[in-house]
């Protein structure tokens, strides 16, 4: 296997789809990130770039599954990691666009039990602060990372979970759920953020989730291959995540594909044409294919900036200069751009877009670079060709 797997890697420049059809091939950029992959251990990838709200130019490269020798494609479902957030915030905002709540409600209006700061008990957390994650809210690891699991993990419920972490006494409820600061002053990413805006959309359409978001997301988007659950795809069609393995750092390991029961943080699983749709929608101006899918209001406030005066420094490729309301907003070679990255176990993701200009980048990445020199390499590339 160890064989099997070196020579796999060596030989991943070999393994490229190109794209039919109008798109044109790049092959400077395609060979510039192909010897980055061959000096580094990146598996897979799927990549577009976005002129003027077209696709110009979309590419595949690597291995989906290695050791079953399947190839990339520009179909293959990858898990979006934490830009699966785009989604999810922009499912609550489709009960904005239908008056459910207001940005700078408290979301405890709308809560079966109250989520406060115990720190800062009188001060109510809103919907803004969940999209823009200066709720104070606390990814406290010790305790999620055990709720992780193979496959779909589904229990406890949306409901049931959200309740276990933010109502005193709950099973999950630590005060390290939250941070020592003031709610609504300080950025503070938090994962758990997102599964409270999803717990939210439940509450508001009394509908799941899930459910709410293929009808009127997904659906009007035609990302009908995409889904929040592996059950509902053909799993030989979903990338293989691969990490460095610890005991022998040559080596990678296979992962198996997990999730957990805060799914809308981080397990949505789509493709590059598919998610494309979604941007090509926020471009639009909330219109796609001649349909209606999020109101202009509701998109220039997703893109308008917080103004957010707090930010600790980040050691982060993309560092970001303020925050919109699901975006970290990012300056790129005197450009700035609205951004989100993802990354889980042997899995980084990014899409960069301009919603003046129309135009961005999305990427979708297997494996695991061992500095991130290695993925910043690969932005530079993209976003020259994005400048061009």
């Given at each position: 296997m160890k064989k099997f797997v070196i020579i796999a890697l060596v030989f991943l420049i070999c393994v490229t789809i190109p794209v039919l059809g109008k798109i044109e091939r790049n092959h400077t950029l395609e060979n510039g990130i192909s010897a980055i992959f061959e000096k580094d251990k990146l598996v897979g990838m799927s990549v577009c770039v976005i002129k003027n709200n077209e696709v110009v130019w979309q590419w595949a490269h690597g291995w989906a599954d290695?050791?079953?020798?399947?190839?990339?494609?520009?179909?293959?479902?990858?898990?979006?990691?934490?830009?699966?957030?785009?989604?999810?915030?922009?499912?609550?905002?489709?009960?904005?666009?239908?008056?459910?709540?207001?940005?700078?409600?408290?979301?405890?209006?709308?809560?079966?039990?109250?989520?406060?700061?115990?720190?800062?008990?009188?001060?109510?957390?809103?919907?803004?602060?969940?999209?823009?994650?200066?709720?104070?809210?606390?990814?406290?690891?010790?305790?999620?990372?055990?709720?992780?699991?193979?496959?779909?993990?589904?229990?406890?419920?949306?409901?049931?979970?959200?309740?276990?972490?933010?109502?005193p006494g709950g099973k999950y409820y630590k005060q390290t759920n939250f941070i020592e600061k003031k709610p609504g002053q300080t950025f503070h990413y938090s994962n758990l953020?997102?599964?409270?805006?999803?717990y939210l959309v439940e509450l508001l359409s009394k509908e799941s989730f899930s459910n709410y978001c293929k009808k009127n997301i997904l659906n009007p988007l035609n990302m009908k291959n995409s889904s929040w659950f592996l059950s509902d795809?053909?799993?030989?069609?979903?990338?293989?995540?691969?990490?460095?393995?610890?005991?022998?750092?040559?080596?990678?390991?296979?992962?198996?594909?997990?999730?957990?029961?805060?799914?809308?943080?981080?397990?949505?699983?789509?493709?590059?044409?598919?998610?494309t749709n979604f941007i090509k929608m926020l471009m639009n101006d909330g219109v796609f294919d001649g349909k209606r899918v999020l109101s202009s209001k509701t998109i220039s406030e997703m893109f308008t900036a917080q103004k957010i005066k707090d930010i600790p420094p980040e050691v982060h490729a993309l560092p970001m200069i303020d925050r919109a309301l699901i975006w970290r907003i990012v300056e790129m070679s005197g450009q700035k751009y609205f951004a989100h990255l993802g990354g889980g176990t042997g899995i980084t993701t990014l899409v960069l877009i301009d919603p003046i200009k129309k135009s961005g980048i999305i990427w979708f990445c297997t494996g695991e670079a061992e500095t991130p020199v290695t993925y910043l390499s690969i932005f530079n590339l993209l976003i020259k060709k994005l400048a061009e």
């Open positions: 290695i050791e079953n020798k399947i190839p990339v494609t520009v179909n293959t479902l990858f898990m979006l990691a934490s830009v699966s957030k785009t989604i999810t915030g922009a499912t609550l905002l489709h009960l904005y666009d239908k008056g459910k709540f207001s940005l700078d409600e408290d979301i405890n209006n709308y809560m079966p039990f109250k989520i406060r700061n115990p720190k800062y008990p009188d001060e109510p957390i809103t919907f803004r602060m969940l999209f823009n994650h200066t709720s104070t809210l606390n990814d406290d690891f010790k305790i999620i990372s055990p709720l992780y699991g193979d496959g779909d993990v589904t229990s406890p419920p949306l409901a049931k979970l959200v309740r276990g972490f933010f109502e953020n997102y599964v409270v805006i999803a795809l053909n799993q030989k069609e979903v990338a293989v995540h691969y990490e460095i393995d610890e005991n022998q750092k040559e080596k990678l390991k296979r992962v198996r594909h997990y999730g957990w029961p805060g799914y809308a943080d981080g397990c949505f699983r789509s493709s590059i044409p598919q998610y």
